[in-house]
């Protein structure tokens, strides 16, 4: 439907940006810091971009100060950030360091000092090795009671200030990539185990959620869902069929655990046929209905486009760009269910990811007409190429528009009965993309790190700095 006058933001609408720990922290070894899985991953030869790791990342464990009084001249409302798991237990379990506790401490009391509310993401993707090596970190259940242990060590100690919690951050895709692509840690390729992993990571979200309810009674807590809406390629009915069972392998069967505690139906026939559902044990089902969320979390990039795939057709091998050269990303598939084909009707960054304001308003009716959950978006934004002009500014007039038009698109979600939290851009600073090294950039603030060549890492606002500054002063009235 076309608006002619659209709902204004939320009196209390939370305006921010987010990162994870990997990415900005650096530190990696520091007070105690225990290694993690990407710690060790980053150290093997051809897995991300012309070998970039995190062990200094853009040094936000050193600058966090310098970094928060950035967010509060821009006058940001939230900062959604990880925790590393390992600075709090270096072995997983056991003792606890209490420097890496005394960090965050710090961080979050900053945060509060100058007014704005801490999101605290328990889980994005850096698992301590240890857990790794003692019983294969998510191909174990016994995961479930170190990260309950890890949950609860965490509301006890934060949960006096901290009200917005994200459980686990892309659950969708840190098994995936761990599991059926091997581009992340542990870099595994086995379809049956990745359905294994991924079931022990849903009961983890709901012993988080369960526990959450004794501990941080008055706070909200969800996980963030890497959700890119399913489409058609054409009106055909198979092209349909496929685009239906992308929505429902890909998309419900996350989202559906977590809002009912069930797997969608015709998934898991097919995986049973296929010898891949999980195993699930008794009682799993009835924990996964506990662990109801308060809000769906959605991390929001892109929409991918699917048609009919033969029972000989693509498989998960594709490449994908981790480049920036544009063209070099590969369609990928099920035989059978789906394959993924380019949708000529969007433009695409330069990394090949579609640019579609409209997908995320349709995205956000979806998840509230199936599951009535409020929603945060916990990410959104665009990874470019910045450059530092001569007179030392960024005219990132792209991302402007990539987020003006995308924060449009929530506005008429809104508009339409969604009901929404808030909106966390990707990313506040530029930081290490895991794959893609520093040169794909997100950020409001550049941050002179790069692959190669001189990095003093210092911080310069971009355009879009002083932009969102507006946005947020108007409460998106002026977009
Ligand atoms: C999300 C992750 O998948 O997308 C972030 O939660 C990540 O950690 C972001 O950085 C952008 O992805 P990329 O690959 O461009 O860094």
Redesign the pocket.
């Known amino acids: 439907m076309l608006h002619e006058n659209l709902k204004a933001f939320p009196e209390n609408f939370l305006w921010g940006a987010?990162?994870?720990a990997?990415?900005v922290e650096g530190a990696w070894d520091v007070d105690g810091k225990g290694v993690s899985n990407w710690d060790k991953f980053v150290r093997i030869p051809g897995k991300t971009f012309k070998g970039t790791n995190g062990d200094v990342a853009v040094d936000h464990y050193h600058r966090y100060k310098e970094d928060i009084a950035l967010m509060a001249e821009m006058g940001m409302k939230t900062y959604r950030f990880s925790v590393a798991w390992a600075r709090i237990f270096p072995n997983g379990s056991g003792e606890v360091n209490e420097k890496g506790l005394a960090f965050y401490n710090d961080l979050i009391d900053e945060l509060l000092e100058h007014n704005i509310e801490p999101i605290l993401t328990i889980y994005?993707?850096d698992l301590p090795q240890a857990l790794q090596d003692k019983y294969g970190g998510w191909e174990s259940r016994e995961i479930v009671e170190d990260f309950r242990n890890y949950c609860i060590t965490l509301y006890k100690a934060y949960g006096d200030r901290v009200k917005y919690w994200v459980s686990l951050?892309?659950q969708n895709?840190f098994t995936r990539l761990g599991y059926q692509t091997a581009m992340h840690p542990p870099g595994v390729k086995d379809d049956k185990l990745f359905y294994q992993v991924n079931h022990h990571a849903s009961l983890a979200n709901a012993v988080a959620i369960k526990e959450f309810r004794t501990y941080v009674p008055d706070g909200k807590i969800g996980p963030?869902f890497?959700y890119s809406p399913a489409y058609a390629a054409t009106s055909k009915p198979e092209d349909i069929l496929a685009a239906e069972n992308a929505e429902e392998l890909s998309n419900h069967w996350w989202m559906d655990v977590y809002a009912w505690g069930e797997y969608p139906k015709a998934s898991w026939e097919y995986l049973e046929r296929k010898g891949l559902a999980p195993q699930v044990e008794k009682g799993d089902f009835a924990l996964l209905k506990e662990g109801k969320p308060d809000f769906m979390g959605v991390?929001y990039?892109q929409t991918t486009t699917f048609e009919k795939n033969p029972l000989d057709g693509v498989t998960m091998e594709g490449t994908f760009n981790?480049t920036g050269k544009k063209g070099t990303m590969e369609d990928t598939g099920i035989p059978g269910l789906f394959k993924t084909i380019t949708n000529e009707n969007l433009e695409r960054t330069n990394?090949d990811?579609n640019i579609d304001p409209q997908g995320l308003r349709i995205g956000l009716r979806r998840i509230t007409n199936r599951y009535g959950l409020p929603i945060l978006i916990?990410?959104n934004?665009l990874?470019e190429y910045d450059k530092v002009e001569e007179d030392g500014t960024i005219q990132d007039g792209y991302r402007i528009e990539y987020i003006r038009t995308h924060l449009k698109a929530v506005q008429e979600a809104i508009t339409d009965g969604v009901e929404m939290i808030g909106y966390c851009v990707?990313?506040f600073t530029d930081?290490?993309?895991?794959?893609?090294g520093f040169q794909?950039r997100?950020g409001f603030v550049y941050v002179n790190q790069h692959e190669e060549g001189e990095h003093d890492l210092r911080r310069i606002k971009k355009k879009s700095f002083y932009w969102y500054k507006e946005v947020i002063e108007s409460n998106g009235e002026n977009l």
């Open positions: 987010a990162s994870a990997y990415q994005h993707w951050n892309e895709i963030s890497a991390n990039y981790t990394w990811w916990s990410e934004g990874g990707w990313s930081l290490l993309s895991w794959l893609n794909k997100y």
